[in-house]
C-alpha cells in the first residue's frame, strides 16, 4: 500500500540555523499538507498546498516557513531561522482532494532546536 | 473558523470494557468527521469516520454517531483491548471547503489488562 514518507526521522539544530523537513507524497494525490504536533498535544496546522501554490496557512506558519515542491514527488517544508519553540514533531499529508478526504499522514519528523 | 472540542483528555478502562469519545464542532459547514488513532510515537491513522448525510458507522468493535443538530459526534469502543490504547484525535472539515481538518485536543485511551 502507498505510504507518505518523510526524512529524516529526527533533525537537531541549532536555534536561528535553517532546516529543510522533507516529504514525499503518496504519487497520485493532489492535495499536500504540513501539521505540527508539539509533545503531548493536538496535530495543528501549518499549510496546504495545492496545484503548485500554497492554498491556505494557518497563523503558525509566518515568514519564517515556506514550502516548495521542487520537483515531481517532493515536498518541502523550510524553517528558515529555528526558534525554540519550533520544536516539535512536523508531520506531513496527503490526499487524493476527493469529496470526503482521508488525510494519509507521513512518520514525522521530530525536530528538536537547542 | 471551525473549532473542535474533545472530551474526555484521559479515558482510563478495564479491558472489556467501553469507551466512548465525545466531541463538538462550531461550523455548521463541516460535513466530514474522521477519526485518527495515533500509538506512542507513530503517525495518526485513520480508523473510521462518518459523513454528514449519515447519523451513524460501525466497523466491527469501533462505531460514530452524529447529530448534527447538535452539532457533535462520538466515537464508540466497544470490549476494549489493550491494543486500543493510544490518543484518538477527532476531526471535522467542510468538504466543500479546502479539504483540511480540524482536530480536537486528543483523547489519551488507555485499557488495563
Known amino acids: 500500500e502507498p505510504e507518505v514518507t518523510q526524512t529524516p526521522s529526527h533533525q537537531v539544530t541549532q536555534m536561528g540555523q535553517e532546516v529543510i523537513l522533507r516529504c514525499v507524497p503518496i504519487?497520485?494525490?493532489?492535495?499536500f499538507y504540513w501539521y505540527r504536533q508539539i509533545l503531548g498535544q493536538k496535530v495543528e496546522f501549518l499549510v496546504s498546498f495545492y496545484n503548485n501554490e500554497i492554498s491556505e496557512k494557518s497563523e503558525i506558519f509566518d515568514d519564517q516557513f515556506s514550502v516548495e515542491r521542487p520537483d515531481g514527488s517532493n515536498f518541502t517544508l523550510k524553517i528558515r531561522s529555528t526558534k525554540l519553540e519550533d520544536s516539535a514533531m512536523y508531520f506531513c499529508?496527503?490526499?487524493?482532494?476527493?469529496?470526503?478526504?482521508?488525510?494519509?499522514f507521513g512518520p514525522g519528523t521530530r525536530l528538536t532546536v537547542l | 473558523g471551525e473549532n473542535v472540542e474533545q472530551h474526555p483528555s484521559t479515558l482510563s478502562v478495564q479491558e472489556g470494557d467501553s469507551a466512548v469519545i465525545k466531541c463538538t464542532y462550531s461550523?455548521?459547514?463541516?460535513?466530514?468527521f474522521p477519526w485518527y488513532k495515533q500509538e506512542l510515537g507513530k503517525r495518526p491513522q485513520l480508523i473510521i469516520d462518518?459523513?454528514?448525510?449519515?447519523g451513524e458507522k460501525k466497523d466491527q468493535r469501533i462505531a460514530v454517531t452524529l447529530n448534527k443538530t447538535a452539532k457533535h459526534f462520538s466515537l464508540h469502543i466497544t470490549e476494549t483491548q489493550p491494543e486500543d490504547s493510544a490518543v484518538y484525535f477527532c476531526a471535522a472539515s467542510d468538504s466543500g471547503g479546502s479539504y483540511i481538518p480540524t482536530f480536537g485536543r486528543g483523547t489519551s485511551l488507555i485499557v488495563h489488562p
Open positions: 499529508a496527503s490526499n487524493s482532494g476527493g469529496p470526503y478526504n482521508e488525510q494519509f
Open positions: 461550523d455548521s459547514a463541516s460535513n466530514y
Open positions: 462518518i459523513r454528514s448525510n449519515v
Open positions: 504519487s497520485n494525490h493532489l492535495y
